[in-house]
């Protein structure tokens, strides 16, 4: 089992950066590929990055390539968003997840969820 926690959202202006963090808690991290996904009303949940478990360049969804940086450092059990030049559009719930398989774009392939952070981009 892997519990996942998430923090660092809140309100921005559009072009300022933020960085999420997704704390895990258990003994499975460091073998899992990480995802991040997020969450508007009225979408359905779309994927923003993935890393695997042993780090390395990440899979992106082409709306934040050369924006977002995921990152992962197994000995804090952290893996981390880096969101730079935000948008407006780039507003919703973020959540992490975790996956048994290599990188994955689909929810489905993902065991496990944190409860999601709230990110607001301000024009």
């Known amino acids: 089992q892997v519990q996942l926690v998430e923090s660092g959202g809140g309100l921005v202006q559009a072009g300022g950066s933020l960085r999420l963090s997704c704390a895990a808690d258990?003994?499975?991290?460091?073998?899992?590929?990480m995802g991040w996904f997020r969450h508007t009303p009225g979408k359905e949940r779309e994927f923003v990055a993935a890393i695997r478990w042993s780090g390395g360049l990440g899979d992106y969804a082409d709306s934040v390539k050369g924006r977002f940086t995921i990152s992962r450092d197994n000995a804090k059990n952290t893996v981390y968003l880096q969101m730079n030049s935000l948008k407006v559009e780039d507003t919703a719930v973020y959540y992490c997840?975790?996956?048994?398989?290599?990188?994955?774009?689909?929810?489905?392939?993902?065991?496990?969820w944190g409860q999601g952070t709230q990110v607001t981009v301000s024009s």
């Open positions: 997840a975790a996956s048994a398989y290599g990188l994955r774009r689909a929810e489905h392939d993902y065991d496990y």
């Open positions: 258990g003994r499975t991290f460091s073998s899992h590929t």
